[in-house]
T-cell receptor, first 115, second 113 residues
């Protein structure tokens, strides 16, 4: 079956702009998580959604937001972009939380460059 | 403060030998641990996991050991193969925190033919 699909794969923005990234989970997966990967900070948890509700949120400023739709697809948005937001943004899907908790299936990521 | 640490940024091993990747954690609330591997231009792929009620879990060539008193886990790959060359991340979670994982910084494993 199809894996986790993230779009766009690459994008370049300038400081102050906003960006929206999209994630389509594996069919049947209802939990979607987002992670930011940077060389300095590694993989950091952004937020997790299940049944259109945010279950957990990482330690990121309010400029980072997300949502999940009824078909489990998810989007994340970053407003007022800063240079430090340049990163690989990874989406991961899984069965409902509590089922093999933590066994996430990751997409290939969206690489954001902020100039 | 990094709650999950992988102190070796890289490791080089000869094909056929054992690879041992190490991970330390500080948060005693962590009760589930996982290893992921990542190839360039791909997302991380789940490898193996272990619950805090166990001290060992084995899956084929991969074995994870957990030492709760030392807050240390390790991944053993035997025998190592060139296709195992990748970045390996350990991760930890708290049982009631859903899929919120705390990752280590990763160890790049190079298996030489």
């Amino acid at each position: 079956k199809a894996g986790v699909t993230q779009t766009p794969r690459y994008l370049i923005k300038t400081r102050g702009q906003q960006v929206t990234l999209s994630c389509s989970p594996i069919s049947g997966h209802r939990s979607v998580s987002w992670y930011q990967q940077t060389p300095g900070q590694g993989l950091q948890f952004l937020f997790e959604y299940f049944s259109e509700t945010q279950r957990n949120k990482g330690n990121f400023p309010g400029r980072f937001s997300g949502r999940q739709f009824s078909n489990s697809r998810s989007e994340m948005n970053v407003s007022t972009l800063e240079l430090g937001d340049s990163a690989l943004y990874l989406c991961a899907s899984s069965l409902p939380p509590g089922w093999d908790a933590g066994e996430l299936f990751f997409g290939e990521g969206s690489r954001l460059t902020v100039l | 403060d990094q709650q999950v640490k992988q102190n070796s940024p890289s490791l080089s091993v000869q094909e056929g030998r054992i690879s041992i990747l190490n991970c330390d954690y500080t948060n005693s609330m962590f009760d589930y641990f996982l290893w992921y591997k990542k190839y360039p231009a791909e997302g991380p792929t789940f490898l193996i996991s272990i619950s805090s009620i166990k001290d060992k879990n084995e899956d084929g060539r991969f074995t994870v050991f957990l030492n709760k008193s030392a807050k240390h886990l390790s991944l053993h790959i035997v025998p190592s193969q060139p296709g195992d060359s990748a970045v390996y991340f350990c991760a930890a979670s708290v049982g009631n925190a859903g899929n919120m994982l705390t990752f280590g910084g990763g160890t790049r494993l190079m298996v030489k033919p």
